[in-house]
């Protein structure tokens, strides 16, 4: 579906309702993107948090994530769109407070995706915020968030592109498509506290060509079709008239050490060239914060998520 996040609809009002014993927010897109009739959101939101819990206690193979203070799970409930579910659980009391004098994990979620796709930052869509709460401080939180279709981490979508024999010049329009995407982000005054790749997705699909796309010549399949960045994990991201200069390295050292070595350091420097481009720094900044990523990223290990778990490689070496 081709919704315009970045008009209109984005600035409307969410919809809150309290039913079986849960506080339901509903953002306004959700009816389109899911392609539902509006009375008929709210109780698939409900459903899909029965179906999320349900796989949990079954230990079912659509678990993306389950651990003491979140899980996450694929729900894909017959005759209706998929979904993911993510879940922020109870942490304790002292923890429970803190959410009466700041934004909780799932209200900074809900809010900033919708504001990052406002600000045309490529985000997966959080569809409803649900919470259970006790004497006014929230016990659960779960979030109903699209699922971004064909659609894979970025560091696992290098190493299937590496299986796949890739190409020279897809790396490097790899590595520069990624320059462009973390330049616009900066550009906009936002920063993403762990942009590790991991937190990337790489959706493969057809879509219209821009700034944060390249072409995908898939030898498995030999269709020429276009990949996009999709921010995920975003409950700690900031916004702002603009981004210091000590986070902008900070997110470049996030890069550099998630990203396997097979991106070699010619393309790690065309990353950085695109990025310096579009995030609209001068030469002689670009320098200062090479420097300063390097020095940062001194001996410390490159590592990233494989197939069969974590993987750590010396790029030092």
Known sequence: ???????????????????????????????????????????????????????????????????????????????????????????????????????????????????????????????????????????????VMEVVSNSLELDRYILDRIALSWTTEEKRGLARALGRFVGSMHSRGVFHSDLKTCNILVSKEMVASDQTTIPDYSPATHLHSAVRFVLMDYDDVRFSHSVSLRSKVKNLVQIFLSTPLAVNMSDRFRFLDEYALHSGISPRQKKQIARQVLRSVGDKDILYVGPNGDIREKWYA
């Open 1 to 143: 579906m081709d919704l315009d996040r970045g008009k209109g609809s984005i600035q409307a009002k969410s919809s809150s309702t309290h039913k079986q014993g849960f506080h339901v927010e509903i953002c306004p897109e959700a009816c389109l993107i899911l392609n539902l009739a509006s009375n008929l959101v709210q109780d698939f939101v409900l459903s899909s948090i029965r179906e999320h819990q349900r796989l949990l206690s079954l230990r079912a193979a659509s678990i993306l994530k389950n651990a003491p203070e979140s899980a996450v799970t694929l729900v894909k409930l017959s005759g209706f769109p998929a979904v993911c579910v993510k879940e922020f659980r109870w942490r304790g009391f002292c923890h429970g407070i803190k959410g009466l004098f700041r934004p909780t994990q799932g209200r900074r979620t809900f809010t900033n995706g919708r504001r990052l796709n406002q600000v045309r930052v490529s985000a997966a869509y959080p569809l409803a915020l649900i919470r259970k709460m006790s004497l006014g401080i929230v016990i659960t939180e779960w979030i």
